[in-house]
């Protein structure tokens, strides 16, 4: 059975830090790139990151280029998303997300059940 658990959520002030981390069972991890949406209420969900199964190609959106890294560590199934110098906008429902193609949607194979991340200003 296929899971991708979030984690790392929460709430922050403006110009902080948070590390979100999704782990991946059920499925070959080294084979699929993944990737992180968010979602903010009454918005368009967005891609945020993503990366290649190789781990070799990465993408940021132009929203959190610079602040924002997508990593992944396939000794422990899991990915990430270190985000820094946060903004009341980032403020948004962080989906991982596991994808068998390139992880740029817009459809996906397999979701997370989602993490809360606040950023106060």
């Known amino acids: 059975q296929v899971q991708l658990v979030e984690s790392g959520g929460g709430l922050v002030q403006a110009g902080g830090s948070l590390r979100l981390s999704c782990a991946a069972s059920?499925?070959?991890?080294?084979?699929?790139?993944m990737a992180w949406l968010r979602q903010a209420p009454g918005k368009e969900r967005e891609l945020v990151a993503a990366?290649?199964?190789?781990?070799?190609?990465?993408y940021c959106a132009d929203s959190v280029k610079g602040r924002f890294t997508i990593s992944r560590d396939y000794t422990k199934n899991t990915m990430y998303l270190q985000m820094n110098s946060l903004k009341p906008e980032d403020t948004a429902v962080y989906y991982c997300?596991?994808?068998?193609?390139?992880?740029?949607?817009?459809?996906?194979?397999?979701w997370g059940q989602g993490t809360q991340v606040t950023v106060s200003s």
């Open positions: 990366i290649s199964w190789s781990g070799e190609m990465t």
């Open positions: 997300i596991a994808d068998q193609h390139s992880g740029m949607g817009p459809e996906y194979d397999y």
């Open positions: 059920g499925f070959t991890f080294s084979r699929y790139a």
